[in-house]
């Protein structure tokens, strides 16, 4: 039985298809990669799954229990979370304040109070010594572990990260991986991660689907997927694969 | 909430409410300062509740005169009846006054300057529909409520009481994690979706007691002024001055709204005496100046003068 199952959803803008009848289903502790060109409608299929934009049509299901047309907040009690590629903290809390928003609504997940919890998914993330600080004076990395902490003080059973690593580092990067994995392993989320770092993709995804122009071209293990015609074309061009 | 009350803090702010509360009977005020203290109280207590919507969620509302208008007549209407005694009027208008402001909730689908031209214009018109309304208002006549001149005596301390729970109020609203999800709203209200926070529930919520807060306002205006009209309490005036109470004294700030109704009361009282016609330009200014130059009004300006201080201290001990 899988966690989280997605059929047939497709966003139009327009006359734009920018998701077009894409299909994934999402096991317990899994984590499943999404690669594509850009504007291949990566993070349409996140603002969809994560009700920050309505469907056109299909259909999001977490268990037996029907995401779409919910409001993003009773998305994120329900448990699927979120984060932005573009770092969203709210610059007027402190860091600590910021996870404990989110921990307020963990719905029954979590028990405890919010400050507490919060506190706890700093530790986790490594920004505790930086709890009472504002988001404004962290480095780049430091505010996508705050993003990430904040997204985890939801006691998430589904997290969306969209593109978590980019941008960073090569130490930073690797750092990151590993939390991901943590956060599977120690944390038991089930992860879709969106990402243009591949080698990042490549180890820590148990399968990779690749988008293109909105439409799914590809899915398998992150072996299959980088040997497949259909997604070389995709990223290099026509006639691109040797 | 976030970390324990401080009881100090808590002992210091009863300390000076009740030094307030002495104020006219250790010294001798002459009626017209203790009426214009009185008056100070309600506008204090005003702004500090528009500050819930203004400053923590960052709604800005030019409408709160609506609210205020209808806890007004509200009360005069159910003093005049002789249904209730004044305090419960007041409750009563402040709870009509409640359950109006939850008419704004298709309003706070709209955000920032598109929220704020739509209070413009309810505000309005509210004020017309309640100036033709004669039956509830007695039109641009009004009402006048029999005078009380004891009942206005102890307005001070029923004002002062109200401002001072307000205020209290809005210290604990500030401390708790509803105030700070009403801070994670104003920053980036698809953010807090994000994470579970549903602005149209807690929005409404402060709308709601914001309003509320205001009704109970007007309703205690209602006996202090003994003398009510519709183009006075639901009149444009009303609610730009709520918003510049709150923008002089520290926007979103937790005691800033009482400075500002303290400096505007003041400057009403003097400028609308020698020059009716100059005072909203001069607060058209102010509000212009603030804006620009220390968003954080007067509590902006004492934190930099602390600073500065503190800064030069420290320089004069090395």
Not at chain 1, 198 to 215: E, N, Q, T, Y
Not at chain 2, 68 to 81: D, E, H, K, P, Q
Request: glycine share 12%.
């Amino acid at each position: 039985m899988s966690l989280l199952a997605v059929r047939g959803l497709s966003k139009s803008f327009g006359g734009l298809r920018a998701l077009d009848r894409v299909d994934l289903v999402l096991a317990e502790r899994e984590i499943l990669g999404v690669i594509g060109p850009n504007g291949a409608g990566k993070t349409t299929l996140f603002s969809l799954i994560a009700g920050s934009l309505e469907p056109t049509a299909g259909e999001v299901h977490l268990g037996e229990r029907p995401l779409h047309r919910m409001p993003a907040h009773r998305i994120v009690r329900a448990g699927v979370v979120r984060t932005h590629q573009i770092v969203r903290p709210f610059p007027n809390l402190t860091v600590l304040e910021n996870a404990t928003v989110a921990a307020l609504h963990a719905g029954g997940r979590a028990s405890g109070p919010a400050p507490v919890r919060a506190a706890e998914v700093l530790e986790f993330v490594g920004l505790a010594d930086r709890a009472d600080r504002m988001p404004g004076t962290l480095t780049l990395a430091g505010r996508k572990r705050l993003e990430l902490a904040r997204a985890l003080a939801v006691a998430p059973r589904v997290l969306l990260l969209d593109e978590v690593i980019a941008g960073l580092g090569p130490t930073e990067a690797q750092a990151l991986a590993l939390l991901i994995r943590r956060i599977r392993d120690e944390r038991g989320a089930s992860i879709i991660m969106i990402e243009h770092v591949m080698p990042a993709v490549m180890s820590l995804s148990d399968r990779v689907i690749v988008l293109d122009h909105g439409k799914q071209i590809a899915e398998g293990t992150p072996a299959e997927v980088v040997r497949d015609a259909q997604v070389l074309a995709a990223y290099l061009g026509p006639g691109g694969a040797p | 909430m976030i970390g324990r009350v401080p009881r100090r803090g808590v002992a210091a702010y009863a300390g000076v409410v009740a030094l307030v509360a002495a104020v006219p009977v250790v010294f001798p005020v002459s009626p017209y300062t203790h009426n214009l203290l009185t008056f100070a109280f309600l506008m204090i207590a005003g702004s500090l509740a528009w500050n819930w919507m203004g400053g923590f969620v960052g709604q800005v509302s030019f409408g709160h005169a609506t609210m205020f208008g209808i806890g007004g007549f509200v009360a005069a209407r159910l003093i005049l009846s002789g249904a209730l005694p004044a305090p419960l009027a007041w409750i009563a208008a402040g709870l009509v006054a409640g359950v109006v402001a939850l008419g704004a909730h298709p309003m706070l689908r709209l955000r920032g300057p598109y929220f704020s031209i739509a209070t413009i214009g309810v505000g309005e018109a509210s004020r017309v529909i309640f100036t033709y309304w004669e039956g509830f208002t007695g039109g641009s006549s009004g009402l006048s409520l029999p005078i009380d001149p004891i009942l206005k005596y102890q307005l001070y301390w029923w004002g002062l009481g109200l401002a001072g729970l307000v205020g209290g109020a809005s210290w604990l609203l500030r401390r708790s994690t509803l105030g700070l999800q009403l801070l994670a709203i104003k920053a980036d209200v698809e953010a807090a979706a994000d994470v579970g926070v549903s602005a149209t529930f807690y929005q409404d919520l402060i709308f709601c007691l914001s309003g509320a807060v205001v009704g109970l306002t007007g309703g205690l205006y209602a006996s202090y002024f003994a003398y009510i009209e519709p183009s006075d309490l639901f009149g444009f005036d009303r609610s730009i001055g709520f918003v510049l109470m709150a923008v002089i004294g520290g926007l979103g700030t937790v005691f800033g709204p009482i400075l500002g109704a303290v400096v505007f009361v003041l400057l009403r009282q003097n400028l609308l005496a020698s020059y009716p016609e100059l005072y909203l330009g001069l607060y058209g200014g102010l509000l212009i100046v603030i804006i620009l130059f220390e968003p954080l009004g007067l509590t902006g300006l004492g934190l930099r003068l602390a600073r500065r201080v503190r800064r030069a201290r420290e320089g004069r001990r090395s």
